[in-house]
């Protein structure tokens, strides 16, 4: 059985760093890309990073790059999405995410519209607040 469980959210302060977990199961990695999104409240989901099953390209989309790094640990069979100098905007449940294949056919940019991406954790909710 597929699973992708994320974890880590929490309160932080604007300015302050967070790092979220993304466990997966039931699927060997190598063959899947794993992306995060994010939904804040009244607002639609947001594809922010994605990173690529067989040479690790990592795809950032404009509002967190430069601030949030993926990673992964094929050891652990879990994904990283480390995020720093956060803003009050940040705030949202990220959900982390699976696809088969690449996070995109083109090397530029992530798939964005989240029915490209077949699995879905529950989400983990990440507050910036003062």
């Known amino acids: 059985q597929v699973q992708v469980v994320e974890s880590g959210g929490g309160l932080v302060q604007p300015g302050g760093s967070l790092s979220l977990s993304c466990a997966v199961s039931?699927?060997?990695?190598?063959?899947?890309?794993i992306g995060w999104f994010r939904q804040a409240p009244g607002k639609e989901r947001e594809a922010i990073s994605c990173?690529?099953?067989?040479?690790?390209?990592?795809f950032y989309v404009d509002s967190v790059k430069g601030r949030f790094t993926i990673s992964r640990e094929r050891a652990k069979s879990t994904v990283y999405l480390r995020m720093n100098s956060l803003k009050p905007e940040d705030t949202a449940d990220y959900y982390c995410?699976?696809?088969?294949?690449?996070?995109?056919?083109?090397?530029?940019?992530?798939?964005?519209?989240?029915?490209?991406?077949?699995?879905w954790g529950q989400g983990t909710l990440v507050t910036v607040s003062s």
């Open positions: 995410v699976a696809r088969t294949e690449a996070c995109s056919p083109s090397a530029t940019a992530m798939l964005t519209e989240p029915e490209y991406y077949d699995y």
């Open positions: 039931g699927f060997n990695m190598d063959y899947f890309a």
């Open positions: 990173i690529n099953p067989n040479n690790g390209g990592k």
